[in-house]
C-alpha cells in the first residue's frame, strides 16, 4: 500500500496550490479519502474529507469556501485545490484512505505561506 503525496511547496499569502495523493495497493475507489495537517507543535487536524464515490465531502471551518477537496478514481489520486492560502495553512498535509477499521497514511508534503 502506497499513498504518495505531491504539490507542497511556499506560496504566497493570497495564493493557490493543489495538491496530489496518488494511491496504489489497494481498491482505492472503496475507502474514503481525506486530508488532514499538522503544524508545527500542534495536533494533526482534519482538513477535508471525501467519500469513496465523491457524491459526498465535508471540510474544517476554517477553510470552508477556500479548499476543495475532489477525486478520480479512474486515476486512483485525490486532490485538494487549496485557494487564499493563510500563514495558518502553513503545515504538513497528509492524506488518508479510510474504510471500516483499516487506515493508510502518507508521508506528507510540506505547505508554507509566507511572504
Known amino acids: 500500500v502506497q499513498l504518495v503525496e505531491s504539490g507542497g511547496g511556499l506560496v504566497q499569502p493570497g495564493g493557490s496550490l493543489r495538491l496530489s495523493c496518488a494511491a496504489s495497493g489497494f481498491t482505492f475507489s472503496s475507502y474514503a479519502m481525506s486530508w488532514y495537517r499538522q503544524a508545527p507543535g500542534k495536533e494533526r487536524e482534519l482538513v477535508a474529507g471525501i467519500t469513496s464515490a465523491g457524491g459526498s465531502t465535508n471540510y474544517a471551518g476554517s477553510v470552508k469556501g477556500r479548499f476543495t477537496i475532489s477525486r478520480d478514481n479512474a486515476k486512483n489520486t485525490v486532490y485538494l485545490r487549496m485557494n487564499s492560502l493563510k500563514p495558518e495553512d502553513t503545515a504538513v498535509y497528509y492524506c488518508?484512505?479510510?474504510?471500516?477499521?483499516?487506515?493508510?497514511w502518507g508521508q506528507g508534503t510540506q505547505v508554507t505561506v509566507s511572504s
Open positions: 488518508r484512505a479510510g474504510r471500516a477499521g483499516q487506515s493508510y
